[in-house]
């Protein structure tokens, strides 16, 4: 069983820097993609916003909202995700999320990454993060 558990959320003033870590067990698949997603009170689920995703072939892809600001990266000896987040701004304030998704070997040329949380079957419980101007 897939199980992904974040943390690294705090609470920092507007400038400040967090890393955000995830760790990643039970995973099966050699092809899978990895993404943080942000949850802001009153969006559903359905409505997170990806931030960054991380294929397993190491190809990322940045929302417009966090490019240049936050980092994605895969330690996969250690079986952790991490988002290290600088600048931080006020709208930076939500609970983080972390995903997955695996493809087993008949799927062919699966694309790696993504930033729609419909693309991702896997969800962490989340950590919140506070940036206070």
């Known amino acids: 069983q897939i199980q992904l558990v974040e943390s690294g959320g705090d609470s920092v003033q507007a400038g400040g820097s967090l890393r955000l870590s995830c760790a990643v067990s039970?995973?099966?698949?050699?092809?899978?993609?990895l993404g943080w997603f942000r949850q802001t009170p009153g969006h559903e689920r359905e409505e997170r916003e990806g931030?960054?995703?991380?294929?397993?072939?190491?190809?990322?892809r940045y929302a417009d909202s966090v490019k240049g600001r936050f980092t994605i990266s895969h330690d996969g000896a250690e079986k952790t995700l991490y988002l290290q987040m600088n600048n931080l701004k006020p709208d930076d304030n939500a609970m983080y999320y972390c995903?997955?998704?695996?493809?087993?070997?008949?799927?062919?040329?699966?694309?790696?990454?993504?930033?729609?949380?419909?693309?991702?079957?896997?969800w962490g419980q989340g950590t919140q993060v506070t940036v206070s101007s």
């Open positions: 995903a997955s998704h695996g493809f087993p070997s008949w799927v062919k040329a699966p694309s790696l990454t993504s930033l729609s949380s419909a693309d991702f079957s896997n």
């Open positions: 039970g995973y099966t698949y050699s092809r899978y993609r």
């Open positions: 931030l960054a995703s991380i294929g397993s072939d190491g190809t990322t």
